[in-house]
């Protein structure tokens, strides 16, 4: 089966820095379009950034300039760089993305099961 496993979350000082890993599994023979997602206790899940297959990236406004995502298709691994962490950057960070699995199945809105960030004041 295809499997989306993000990696590198923990527990940080304010100003610190992670960097979350997003890596496909045996099973998928591509990502696409890869988004990151994070979601508070009590919060409804929110867009942080996503990046196309050619590479083009997008950030949700508070993590602008902090957060960079970047990918490495050759490990099949989409990366969230995330500097200059706040409290408020506290939650499960997951995975999204389009892909296709080995025997051509394509899969859209993929989702992992999430890291824990949290960022101690």
């Known amino acids: 089966q295809v499997q989306l496993e993000e990696s590198g979350g923990g527990l940080v000082q304010a100003g610190g820095s992670l960097r979350l890993s997003c890596a496909a599994n045996?099973?998928?023979?591509?990502?696409?379009?890869v988004g990151w997602f994070r979601q508070a206790p009590g919060k409804q899940r929110e867009y942080v950034a996503g990046i196309t297959s050619g590479g083009s990236t997008d950030y949700e406004r508070s993590v602008n300039g902090r957060f960079t995502i970047f990918r490495d298709n050759a490990r099949k691994s989409v990366y969230l760089q995330m500097n200059g962490l706040k409290p408020e950057d506290t939650g499960v960070y997951y995975c999204n993305a389009d892909l296709m699995a080995e025997g051509g199945r394509m899969y859209y809105d993929y989702w992992g099961h999430g890291t824990q960030v949290t960022v101690s004041s």
């Open positions: 045996g099973s998928i023979f591509s990502l696409n379009a």
